[in-house]
């Protein structure tokens, strides 16, 4: 079966990348959730390592059928969008993720319930997840890598070690989840003041039409850690959801 470039399909082929992913991501005994595993190279290696259970969600039909045929019983195979597909909580979510919407999976994960996650990444996303405040990198998806987890770049891998090489290095990342549950509303109040960085919090959110009356800080979203922003989503909450 040939890959699919519009799905992002740069399979990992270094077995001993494969190897670390599935032993960082330590699932004996646990529920794991493996997402786009493509020919099941990396699905292989995680059944070594004797989990309680593996689901693996896989967009393109005839890899996923490829995998019922191959694992059979041993995995349960969903073949769907995994940003469309709802879950019950799984204790590890492990995956090799297509470039092209690694920031939409990442805030879908933030809204689910789980211990940790070994993820490939972009190299360029990785360093996006970790960024600190006033950087060119950071971002929405700083905050949400770093308020809902314990983020760290654990490996840096070449292109070279997929097939077909990407144009770009990756990254395998840990992220280990925190007692971080906001309101709903709070990814939203995170694409409105990041949609303007460049302007005032506080015009950010009036131009939204979020009247502000309680003083703010004179400070844009890039400047803002994500605790400050937590602290401010607190105090507009009421009013994002009106």
């Given at each position: 079966?040939?890959?699919?470039?519009?799905m992002g399909q740069h399979f990992l082929q270094d077995n001993s990348l494969l190897e670390f992913e599935a032993t960082l991501a330590?699932?004996?005994?646990?529920?794991?959730?493996?997402?786009?595993?493509?020919d099941g190279r990396l699905t292989e290696k995680l059944l070594q390592n004797s989990p309680s259970s593996l689901t693996v969600i896989e967009k393109d039909s005839e890899w996923a059928?490829?995998?019922?045929?191959?694992?059979?019983?041993?995995i349960n195979v969903v073949s769907g969008d995994f940003l469309e597909e709802d879950f019950p909580s799984f204790?590890?979510?492990?995956?090799?993720i297509p470039y092209y919407?690694?920031?939409?999976i990442l805030y879908r994960l933030a809204e689910m319930d789980f211990r940790h996650a070994v993820l490939m990444v972009q190299l360029e996303v990785a360093r996006k997840m970790v960024a600190r405040p006033r950087s060119s990198e950071?971002?929405?998806?700083?905050v949400v890598a770093q308020l809902f987890f314990n983020?760290?770049?654990v490996k840096r891998v070449k292109k070279g070690a997929f097939s077909p090489s990407p144009k770009v290095d990756s990254a395998i990342v840990l992220m280990v989840r925190k007692p971080f549950n906001p309101e709903k509303s709070f990814l939203h109040f995170l694409r409105i003041i990041f949609q303007h960085k460049n302007q005032m919090v506080k015009k950010a959110l009036e131009h939204e039409g979020v009247h502000v009356e309680v003083p703010l800080p004179r400070k844009r979203a890039r400047?803002?850690?994500?605790?400050?922003?937590a602290e401010m989503h607190e105090k507009f909450r009421v009013l994002l959801q009106e």
């Open positions: 079966m040939k890959q699919k470039k519009s330590n699932p004996k005994g646990r529920k794991v959730l493996e997402i786009g595993p493509g059928a490829h995998l019922q045929k191959r694992f059979g019983e041993e204790d590890v979510v492990v995956g090799n919407i690694t920031s939409p950071y971002g929405r998806l700083s983020t760290q770049i400047e803002l850690s994500p605790g400050e922003i």
